[in-house]
């Protein structure tokens, strides 16, 4: 039943979203459409709870809010607070306003009113960094919503009332994720419209998988789970879900996109005392320290601009390597910034262009430190081209480890062939990641598709990690019978002569031609 719940609430979704959106672009109406139902989600969610607490003194939330006894308003307050990270008073909950729009008021004031004081209602308190700013790219006065006060009232209002008439299923059992499945699958279908841009907050869920069950593979559980570049967190909940982790950690650059992440994890169910996003360049100000985690998993912009500025020279996460990764191409300084972060015991597994394996200079340089003086390279698995949004190039991933079982050789996986193309984009199917992930968990060696190439060949190979190099995928065409072909070639003649004259004969009754 939950399966049909969640497809049932993934369409109605993104039908209100897709009608009513009108000509305003995905990306740009993402961003309100989630935020309302965040909104709805945590007024839902604090009466329900609020009811809970009362129930005993058989009153709702409403009726013990404005009874006037003040005690009782501050204790349910503080446990709210306590329990959820947030309150919200009944005059600013989601019904509220609904009723509102019922009797033809304006609500865009009261609306803007309601969403601050979720997040002020946090202020001093632990949960204010999980809470703080999650509304401020909802601009209600924004243009892109209609050119008059009206038009803007009207359109919030539809969105508002349309997402009312649909069941959240809060009342479900907790761990039917309904909600976090669907809001999770809005973000995907925003990324397929946003174009290049959805590269900048979503991880395809395909890949997702491969690297989640890479960096559990032979654990029973992860304590904690890292992402320097979470985007909307999707491939860390996946992550901290598939490996039940007990505390997520993330940085995102983009305040917007940041906004997104906290709103999914809590969506998700995750506790706002169980993940620390923060907001911010990873690689210029790292906020997470020195701190180590059980699983690093990332999906960082391919071949960025940094600022390889003189000061990381004495930087931890990057001196050991002697040289710096250059300014226009930020993959190596990711790289090493996660194998800082990674515990003795942990995995990390990321995304990378294919440059990595094979471009020189500096970049040769730290390739050859990873594998001749720390033999830290577990794996290097090739994916097909074109199954990222907003970019089309061939990628793969690396994953690396810092107390290596196999530390003997490298396992290669050229899965590039093998993928299902849907319309303008290529999909991994289940069958494809199961493939993948078995491979690499049994390190196994298949003919055209994978291979461990010793340290030996690596060094042979002047540390060159180009897959072809390793994995032979050429396919010998078969001979051309140039008999066949020319007898194809007169058969076809003769068909083409024969066409001629039935074409002469109807052109000459027509009289077109004498």
């Not at 307050?77 to 009944?90: A, H, R, S, T």
């Not at 690596?458 to 020319?486: A, G, H, Q, W």
């Not at 007898?487 to 000459?508: F, N, Q």
């Given at each position: 039943?939950?399966?049909?719940?969640?497809?049932?609430?993934?369409?109605?979704?993104?039908?209100?979203?897709?009608?009513?959106?009108?000509?305003?672009?995905?990306?740009?109406?993402?961003?309100?459409?989630?935020?309302?139902?965040?909104?709805?989600?945590?007024?839902?969610?604090?009466?329900?709870?609020?009811?809970?607490?009362?129930?005993?003194?058989?009153?709702?939330?409403?009726?013990?809010?404005?009874?006037?006894?003040?005690?009782?308003?501050?204790?349910?307050?503080?446990?709210?607070?306590?329990?959820?990270?947030?309150?919200?008073?009944?005059?600013?909950?989601?019904?509220?306003?609904?009723?509102?729009?019922?009797?033809?008021?304006?609500?865009?004031?009261?609306l803007q009113r309601s969403l601050k004081k979720i997040e002020d209602s946090t202020i001093g308190q632990d949960s204010e960094d999980d809470f703080g700013g999650l509304f401020s790219d909802i601009d209600l006065a924004s243009p892109k919503l209609g050119k008059t006060a009206e038009d803007k009232n009207r359109l919030i209002s539809d969105v508002l009332v349309n997402l009312n008439g649909i069941d959240f299923g809060l009342n479900e059992a907790e761990d039917i994720d309904i909600l976090g499945d669907a809001y999770e699958y809005?973000?995907?279908?925003?990324?397929?419209?946003?174009?290049?841009?959805?590269?900048?907050?979503?991880?395809?869920?395909?890949?997702?998988?491969?690297?989640?069950?890479?960096?559990?593979?032979?654990?029973?559980?992860?304590?904690?789970?890292?992402?320097?570049?979470?985007?909307?967190?999707?491939?860390?909940?996946?992550?901290?879900?598939?490996?039940?982790?007990?505390?997520?950690?993330?940085?995102?650059?983009?305040?917007?996109?940041?906004?997104?992440?906290?709103?999914?994890?809590?969506?998700?169910?995750?506790?706002?005392?169980?993940?620390?996003?923060?907001?911010?360049?990873?690689?210029?100000?790292?906020?997470?320290?020195?701190?180590?985690?059980?699983?690093?998993?990332?999906?960082?912009?391919?071949?960025?601009?940094?600022?390889?500025?003189?000061?990381?020279?004495?930087?931890?996460?990057?001196?050991?390597?002697?040289?710096?990764?250059?300014?226009?191409?930020?993959?190596?300084?990711?790289?090493?910034?996660?194998?800082?972060?990674?515990?003795?015991?942990?995995?990390?597994?990321?995304?990378?262009?294919?440059?990595?394996?094979?471009?020189?200079?500096a970049e040769g340089k730290i390739r050859r430190f990873l594998i001749e003086k720390k033999n830290y390279i577990d794996a290097i698995i090739g994916l097909p081209a074109n199954i990222f949004y907003g970019t089309s190039i061939p990628t793969c991933i690396l994953v690396m480890k810092k107390c290596r079982k196999e530390d003997d050789n490298i396992l290669f996986i050229d899965a590039s062939k093998e993928f299902e193309k849907v319309k303008t984009q290529n999909k991994l199917r289940p069958e494809h990641i199961k493939k993948i992930?078995?491979?690499?968990?049994?390190?196994?060696?298949?003919?055209?598709?994978?291979?461990?190439?010793?340290?030996?060949?690596?060094?042979?190979?002047?540390?060159?990690?180009?897959?072809?190099?390793?994995?032979?995928?050429?396919?010998?065409?078969?001979?051309?019978?140039?008999?066949?072909?020319?007898?194809?070639?007169?058969?076809?003649?003769?068909?083409?002569?024969?066409?001629?004259?039935?074409?002469?004969?109807?052109?000459?009754?027509?009289?077109?031609?004498?």
């Open positions: 039943m939950s399966e049909e719940l969640q497809q049932k609430l993934r369409t109605q979704l993104w039908s209100v979203a897709n009608t009513l959106r009108g000509n305003m672009s995905a990306g740009d109406f993402m961003y309100f459409t989630l935020g309302f139902i965040f909104y709805k989600y945590l007024s839902e969610k604090i009466e329900l709870h609020a009811n809970e607490l009362l129930k005993y003194d058989n009153v709702t939330f409403r009726e013990a809010w404005d009874s006037g006894n003040e005690d009782i308003k501050s204790v349910l307050k503080n446990q709210c607070i306590q329990d959820l990270g947030y309150f919200v008073e009944p005059e600013y909950l989601y019904s509220t306003i609904i009723s509102m729009i019922g009797h033809k008021e304006n609500i865009l004031p009261s809005m973000i995907g279908q925003f990324a397929a419209g946003a174009g290049k841009k959805a590269g900048e907050f979503y991880t395809p869920q395909e890949v997702s998988q491969i690297l989640s069950e890479i960096v559990i593979t032979g654990k029973t559980r992860l304590k904690t789970v890292y992402d320097p570049t979470c985007g909307s967190g999707s491939l860390l909940l996946r992550t901290a879900r598939e490996g039940n982790a007990d505390a997520i950690y993330g940085q995102e650059k983009n305040p917007t996109t940041f906004n997104l992440c906290r709103m999914n994890m809590l969506l998700h169910g995750v506790k706002y005392n169980d993940f620390e996003i923060h907001n911010g360049d990873t690689l210029e100000n790292d906020e997470l320290g020195e701190r180590q985690f059980d699983a690093v998993v990332a999906n960082p912009p391919f071949s960025a601009d940094w600022s390889a500025a003189a000061k990381f020279n004495n930087d931890d996460r990057f001196s050991k390597a002697g040289v710096l990764a250059p300014k226009s191409k930020a993959d190596y300084a990711f790289i090493l910034h996660m194998i800082y972060h990674l515990n003795d015991g942990g995995t990390m597994a990321c995304v990378a262009p294919h440059g990595v394996l094979f471009r020189g200079a992930v078995d491979t690499y968990r049994n390190r196994s060696e298949i003919e055209k598709y994978s291979h461990c190439a010793t340290l030996k060949e690596i060094e042979e190979n002047d540390y060159n990690l180009n897959i072809p190099r390793y994995v032979d995928t050429f396919e010998e065409e078969e001979p051309i019978d140039i008999k066949s072909v020319m007898a194809e070639i007169k058969e076809l003649e003769a068909k083409r002569a024969e066409l001629d004259k039935e074409i002469d004969v109807y052109l000459k009754e027509l009289g077109l031609v004498e």
